[in-house]
């Protein structure tokens, strides 16, 4: 890797973060020859390799201008022993570098004084003039030095078409004699040193490739969404019919009843000759409506513009709406909270966009090579599309008419034009200009640009001129579309007919023709609509300039409002206190957290409630009143139970619910003699019987949960054995249904089955099934019946209708993407 | 929006009207669309239904329905009406049993004395006439006229509409209610054995055999809204069965006496129960709750519920028929009519499908009366149709077969087949709710560890063994040879083992040239 001091415009200078110091490296291919033969690659070899292992640093010594250089292959060629000595002093240069490179200052001087001693050799260095000249060379250097300290990596574009002798000089040359002049003593080489960034180090391969590819799957992801509408529109479709509506040819052809412009009956005729008399009549105006308005455009293109202008409308509505209900809201903590959002996303964006600046211009620039936008008419593509004739072809032709566009943007920055005028019709504009006035301008205005460059020469001019026909051309078309737009009374003649003159000269009959006029219908349409946008795109500029202004204030009322808060730690009134009191108020409240308030108005209150608020004491005098209305009430219900007992001795018979209810006499008398004849079955009895021992049964069992024969054997202690069988642990076994929770608790005379229908169990799932979220949604989806027995016939055959339907014997074409916008 | 009687209400929470998932919320979306559209169409069709229903009724208070006799209602009604109020007058083999097929086509009909006919009564064309020398105790038509059952003195069999006997059905004994469930294809059976038994008629198997545990079965219905099998015991229990449990779903106490039958109606919501101690009761099915209460003079022998809801009861040789008994309300229940068939107690009585007559069936025949307003007006074809050619029925038969239902399905609420365990989780799990419920099963797997004490003595069965036992002892070839000396060495080995194991091992017999000189010994 060979070391090439040399500085010229647009040359790559390598900045080393660390030192601050400056390396330059010069990519030209044109100084190429020049620097190797300069200078003994080996021993930069060598120098540079014992440079490796420390910082990646250069002295500034070797940053010599090119003059020096130039002086130094003179000598080279003088003598060999003088190269031992060069030798050496580089050796004392590297020496210096690995012991101190920190006192930039000192080093010079040292470097001075060295030189000074060595031989014929470094009187160049030590000539008084040589050595001004490299102290302006090293404080332009250091300015260029600390002006990109300031600015990241940042590389710059070659403004130069790109060749395979494109020496990237902004359209300047190094000639001989500028060369020259820097050896004479006038530095001029440098005299754009400050307009010229220095170039970054480019990426790593690494991420340039994957910036490549992630280009390439933005650009191939974009294809593909274009089918995204139509695909989702067909995925959500209950029914899908093949062939798709759109696909199918509409009859046109419509009866409607026209009048007639000449009168049919003799009174018609009468009416109208007077009407016309009197000057009533006016059919060229209907007429011409009717042929202004309506005959011009398609169905499908009024269809579209209705769409258009709805969607506009509707869109106008819903913001207006919105903006309203925002605007409405008055709670301070929404705005306070949209603020805080706003400047978050703001910054977020800014931080966003100084990280990712080199990443995102090496992507985008990954991206254009990827859509070769920037090629001109000489791209391969471009040239295998005219050698086959594709340029009839509408879509091509859009294609590389954009990507003409696209050349002619990129020449005009290459030409540093101001960058501004970058819009369509300013373009436009421009080009007409050099296209209609004299050309002479125009080149009076190139070589404005650069004298010196390359533009002036002979194959340049040529291509130039080629290239401005092919403008002229282009504007032609260009204005003539324009003309179509703006006189809408435009020759439809000319793009209707079967000819069309696509080169000079020659006429073509063509059905593609008509084709084409039509495309060029619709791009002028295209063209005005992208108008529209771009207003609308300047609208909504102002828009934001307003928001950005609007959150400027949001701001302001921040910081103010950080000014208010450290008013409170200070312990000054505000009203923002007052909100956040009755919070607090609310927190010390919590029932949890202790006995305040609350519990002195429940104290007072007669009824005890006792809570989780009340003290330990309260729930023990709670308790023990508790367990003495238990004793109370258990003999209560003791002797209820007595009564009841008795009663039910009395009774001793079938107790019917609807017993108690007044009936005839005679039936009580019927339901007697019954309950006599049935005295013996106790019938009833056995029901009860068996409805308790199955609700025992079925209820959650108490086991013993010692395994059995432990403890059981203790000694001869009589007492203590009866003791420990006292204490035996009990475990609680889960039954099918307790007591308190089967179905037949409130049920007279029915015993339920509470035991689960295992065969059953098959026909129900245990889970709720995926797309549902819970139970209910999925019952919900079962309710309605889909049988024939269940529904009308209508709504059976909606409900089971297959969700592909193709009609037989057509041909299904694959999906066309319906709007690609 | 008000709720007409094809909505199917459903209370729906909030968590559920607005789920979060977008594709969720569609679907659900479009399924309401889809159900409030088909109750529209369906309320729309309405109108296709042109027959209207309705009931007699009296111009005055002082005037009776019940005080109308047959013969101002014969005087009254057109011919074809009274062409069909026949009266079969069948004295020999009475008294008499039948059915109708599910249309209302057919008549079977079947005297005690052994007496079984198939007719299509509305044209008096007779298709079969058997005389089988035996009791007949109950007949039924299966799925349509071309089958019936009857149930003889021990077995039951099936015939074919001409009398051809097909099957008998051997397991099914002393059979005294036969009832067939139509979309299970079953027939069930019950009667002194106190067993219930399912036979598939389709494919001929025995699905189910349920022992009541309470004796000889006196009555029995099924429920046509679930297939549940009510059956009527002695000890005045109705308990309710399906054929997968072993045990009734449900037992009701009904009565001190014993059911002597039951009746439910056609939604499965009511239940009416005789029984021998002179009571009419009327429950509601659904909430298991006695509903309403009469009285009868004697004890009512059978009872039926027509597809209007009324009840008709036969006491003696009376046959009542209320309206209006399936409310709570006592004062309510009207006495719609009433019929008296003198001199011959009414052994069973049916309403008659599709049609305004009550069939009832006695010791000298079988006798239509007409009863206004208690047939269906407007039946649907497409389940069961009335006037159906031979082409429809046999291509019924087949969809009916192939729409066949389980067995299992047959439960208390049909409703919950297809529907989320109760038991199971409200909410679908995230595979991360999942992944923290096995965790966490396994937690309690490995906390849980049984610690039960295995034995650790091997199975004693090794494959020669079971060679040699399953070999014939008497013969003995090469291979038994081998496989007892190949055993032997085992059994030495392990003792050896063994005794190394214990320190008992003597080691003076193992000499240390044996194995080197073994060969020659």
Not at chain 2, 232 to 255: A, D, E, F, R, Y
Request: with cysteine.
């Amino acid at each position: 890797m060979a070391l090439k001091s040399t500085f010229k415009n647009g040359a790559l200078v390598l900045l080393n973060p660390k030192t601050g110091e400056i390396a330059s490296d010069d990519d030209s291919d044109a100084l190429n020859d020049f620097s190797d033969e300069s200078i003994d690659s080996d021993e930069f070899d060598s120098e540079y390799a014992s440079d490796n292992s420390g910082e990646f640093s250069f002295d500034e010594e070797e940053l010599r201008p090119l003059s020096e250089i130039w002086d130094m292959e003179d000598d080279k060629s003088d003598t060999e022993s003088k190269s031992s000595i060069k030798l050496d002093a580089k050796q004392e240069e590297l020496d210096e570098l690995s012991s101190s490179d920190d006192e930039e200052e000192e080093s010079e001087e040292e470097d001075s004084s060295d030189e000074s001693n060595s031989e014929s050799e470094e009187d160049i260095f030590a000539d008084s003039s040589d050595e001004g000249e490299l102290n302006t060379v090293m404080d332009k250097l250091k300015k260029s030095k600390k002006k990109s300290e300031k600015q990241k990596k940042k590389l710059i574009t070659l403004n130069v078409k790109e060749n395979e002798f494109g020496v990237p000089t902004n359209g300047a040359k190094l000639s001989l004699t500028e060369m020259m002049e820097s050896a004479n003593g006038k530095a001029t080489l440098l005299k754009d040193a400050d307009q010229v960034k220095p170039l970054a180090i480019p990426l790593p391969k690494r991420i340039q490739e994957r910036n490549e590819r992630s280009a390439a799957y933005e650009i191939s992801k974009k294809e593909v969404d274009k089918w995204k509408d139509d695909v989702e529109r067909i995925k959500r479709a209950e029914v899908v019919k093949f062939p798709l509506i759109g696909n199918t040819v509409e009859n046109k052809k419509v009866s409607v009843f026209t009048m007639s412009d000449k009168p049919m009956t003799e009174l018609e005729s009468m009416v109208n000759g007077v009407l016309e008399e009197s000057l009533l009549t006016d059919t060229k105006k209907e007429a011409l409506f009717e042929q202004v308005q309506v005959a011009k455009m398609s169905k499908e293109d009024m269809i579209k513009r209705q769409n258009e202008l709805r969607l506009m409308r509707d869109l106008l509505f819903r913001e207006e709406r919105k903006s309203k209900r925002i605007k409405k809201i008055k709670s301070k903590s929404y705005r306070r909270i949209k603020k805080k959002e706003m400047l978050k996303n703001k910054e977020l964006l800014n931080e966003f966009m100084d990280d990712e600046d080199a990443n995102a211009q090496d992507e985008s620039r990954a991206e254009a090579r990827m859509t070769l936008k920037f090629k001109n008419s000489s791209s391969k593509w471009a040239k295998d599309m005219l050698k086959h004739g594709m340029t009839k072809d509408k879509e091509t032709r859009a294609e590389m008419e954009a990507m003409l566009q696209q050349g002619q943007r990129l020449r005009e920055k290459v030409l540093g034009r101001n960058e501004d005028s970058d819009d369509d019709d300013v373009e436009l504009e421009d080009l007409e200009n050099a296209s209609s006035e004299d050309e002479e301008e125009l080149v009076e205005k190139k070589a404005s640009v650069g004298k010196s460059g390359f533009m002036n020469m002979s194959f340049m001019k040529k291509a130039e001129a080629r290239e401005k026909e092919k403008n002229r051309e282009d504007i032609e078309k260009l204005r003539n579309m324009e003309q179509g737009l703006d006189i809408e009374d435009f020759d439809d003649a000319s793009t209707k007919s079967a000819k069309v003159i696509l080169n000079k000269g020659r006429k073509i009959f063509t059905p593609d023709a008509t084709k084409a006029s039509k495309e060029l219908q619709e791009q002028n349409k295209k063209t005005v609509e992208e108008q529209k946008i771009d207003e609308s795109h300047n609208l909504e500029n102002s828009l934001e300039n307003k928001f950005k202004s609007k959150s400027k204030g949001g701001k302001k009322k921040k910081n103010q409002k950080k000014s208010t808060d450290d008013n409170n730690n200070k312990g000054n009134y505000d009203p923002e206190i007052i909100t956040e009191a009755p919070e607090e108020d609310a927190e010390e409240a919590n029932p949890w957290l202790g006995e305040n308030i609350t519990k002195a108005v429940k104290k007072s209150s007669k009824v005890k409630v006792v809570d989780q608020t009340s003290t330990k004491a309260e729930k023990q005098a709670h308790k023990l009143q508790k367990s003495k209305n238990k004793s109370r009430s258990v003999a209560s219900q003791l002797e209820l139970i007595d009564t009841a007992a008795t009663l039910h001795i009395g009774n001793k018979g079938f107790d019917d619910g609807s017993e108690d209810e007044g009936q005839e006499v005679e039936t009580f008398k019927q339901k007697d003699i019954i309950k006599e004849a049935f005295a013996g079955d106790n019938v009833v009895k056995e029901f009860e019987g068996e409805k308790k021992r199955v609700i025992d049964e079925e209820d959650d069992q108490w086991v013993n949960a010692e395994q059995p024969g432990f403890n059981s054997w203790i000694g001869g202690n009589e007492k203590q054995r009866k003791k420990q069988k006292k204490d035996v642990k009990m475990k609680k076994v889960k039954g099918i249904k307790s007591a308190d929770q089967r179905t037949d608790k409130n049920l007279k005379n029915v015993i339920f089955n509470e035991k689960v229908n295992k065969k059953n169990m098959k026909y129900q799932s245990d889970g709720v099934p995926f797309p549902y979220e819970n139970k209910e949604q999925y019952e919900r989806s079962l309710r309605m019946p889909i049988g024939q027995e269940w529904t009308t016939r209508g709504t059976f055959q909606r409900m089971t209708m297959p969700s592909v339907i193709t009609k037989s014997g057509q041909v299904i074409k694959p999906l066309t993407k319906k709007s690609s916008k | 929006m008000s709720l007409s009687k094809y909505d199917r209400p459903k209370t729906v929470s909030k968590a559920s009207k607005n789920p979060k998932d977008k594709r969720v919320r569609a679907k659900l979306k479009r399924l309401d669309d889809s159900y409030k559209n088909a109750v529209k169409e369906a309320q729309n069709t309405e109108i296709l239904l042109q027959e209207s229903a309705g009931l007699m009724e009296t111009e005055t208070e002082m005037e009776k329905t019940f005080k109308v006799t047959q013969k101002d209602i014969k005087d009254s009604v057109d011919e074809s009406m009274n062409r069909k109020a026949i009266d079969l007058k069948l004295t020999e083999y009475g008294p008499y049993v039948f059915d109708y097929s599910r249309n209302g086509r057919s008549l079977l009909l079947g005297g005690r004395k052994g007496h079984v006919a198939s007719m299509d009564w509305q044209y008096g064309k007779l298709h079969c006439e058997l005389h089988l020398n035996e009791t007949v105790n109950a007949v039924k038509h299966l799925h349509n006229d071309q089958f019936f059952a009857v149930a003889q003195k021990k077995y039951t069999f099936i015939y074919d509409k001409l009398g051809t006997e097909l099957h008998r059905l051997k397991q099914h004994i002393e059979v005294k209610h036969l009832e067939f469930l139509p979309y299970h294809y079953l027939l069930a059976t019950a009667g002194n054995t106190g067993f219930l038994k399912y036979q598939d008629v389709s494919t001929g198997v025995l699905i189910s055999e349920l022992r009541t545990k309470m004796g000889p079965t006196i009555s029995m219905k099924q429920n046509p809204w679930n297939a549940v099998v009510h059956l009527g015991h002695s000890n005045g229990q109705v308990s309710l069965w399906s054929p997968t449990m072993s045990k009734p779903l449900v037992k009701i106490l009904n009565s001190r006496g014993s059911v002597k039958s039951i009746a439910i109606d056609r939604t499965g919501n009511y239940m009416a129960c005789t029984s021998t101690d002179r009571t009419l009761k009327v429950w509601d099915i659904r909430m298991f709750k006695e509903l309403n209460y009469r009285s009868l003079p004697t004890p009512g022998l059978s009872c039926d519920i027509s597809d209007t809801n009324l009840l008709s009861v036969s006491f003696g040789p009376h046959i009542n028929i209320y309206k209006d008994i399936f409310t709570n309300d006592h004062k309510d229940v009207k006495l719609y009519m009433h019929h008296l068939n003198a001199g011959s107690k009414v052994e069973m009585n049916k309403f008659i499908p599709f049609e305004d007559i009550l069939s009832f069936g006695h010791e000298n025949g079988v006798k239509n009366i007409i009863v206004p307003g208690s047939g269906e007006a407007n039946f649907d074809s497409l389940e069961i149709n009335p006037f159906e050619s031979a082409k429809q029925r046999q291509e019924s038969e087949v969809r009916t077969l192939v729409n066949k239902l389980k067995p299992d399905m047959i439960t208390l609420d049909p409703n919950v087949i297809g529907t989320i365990d109760k038991r199971a989780n409200t909410t679908r799990l995230t595979a991360k709710d999942l992944a923290e419920l096995t965790n966490k099963q396994r937690e309690v797997g490995a906390n849980d560890v049984k610690m039960d004490i295995l034995p650790k003595v091997k199975g004693k069965n090794s494959s020669l063994r079971r060679h040699l036992r399953k070999k014939s002892k008497n013969v003995i070839d090469e291979r038994k040879m081998r496989v007892e000396s190949n055993l032997k060495r085992e059994k030495e080995l392990r003792a050896k083992i063994h005794a190394k194991k214990n320190g008992t091992f003597k080691d003076e017999e193992n000499d240390l040239l044996n194995p080197a000189l073994s060969r020659f010994g």
